[in-house]
């Protein structure tokens, strides 16, 4: 069984910078697929930012140019460093994995855009 723990959300100023971690374990394979979505209060959830083993990586158009995510594969962990945070950025980030294991999701960190 797949576990991930998310951390590093919290309170932050418009324009300010946070990092999240998502740490896996109990995987026997490495994974396809690493990334973040989120989902804002009353919004469906949404994809953020997904990287492969391989490192290429896909964001939505909302974060382009202000979000990176990035995977130490030894280490089986994925990071999203968050830039010029705005306040529609608000949301419960969660962590996502895909490989020959299944399918599994972190329990979310929440990230708070606020003055």
């Known amino acids: 069984q797949v576990q991930l723990v998310e951390s590093g959300g919290g309170l932050v100023q418009p324009g300010g910078s946070l990092r999240l971690s998502c740490a896996a374990s109990g995987n026997r394979f490495g994974f396809h697929i690493m990334g973040w979505y989120r989902q804002a209060q009353g919004k469906q959830r949404e994809l953020v930012a997904t990287?492969?083993?391989?490192?290429?990586?896909n964001y939505a158009d909302s974060v382009k140019g202000r979000f990176t995510v990035s995977r130490d594969n030894a280490q089986n962990t994925v990071h999203l460093q968050m830039n010029s945070l705005k306040p529609e950025d608000t949301a419960v980030y969660y962590c996502?994995?895909?490989?020959?294991?299944?399918?599994?999701w972190g329990q979310g960190t929440q990230v708070t855009v606020s003055s």
């Open positions: 996502r994995t895909v490989g020959p294991d299944g399918d599994y």
């Open positions: 990287i492969t083993g391989g490192g290429y990586s």
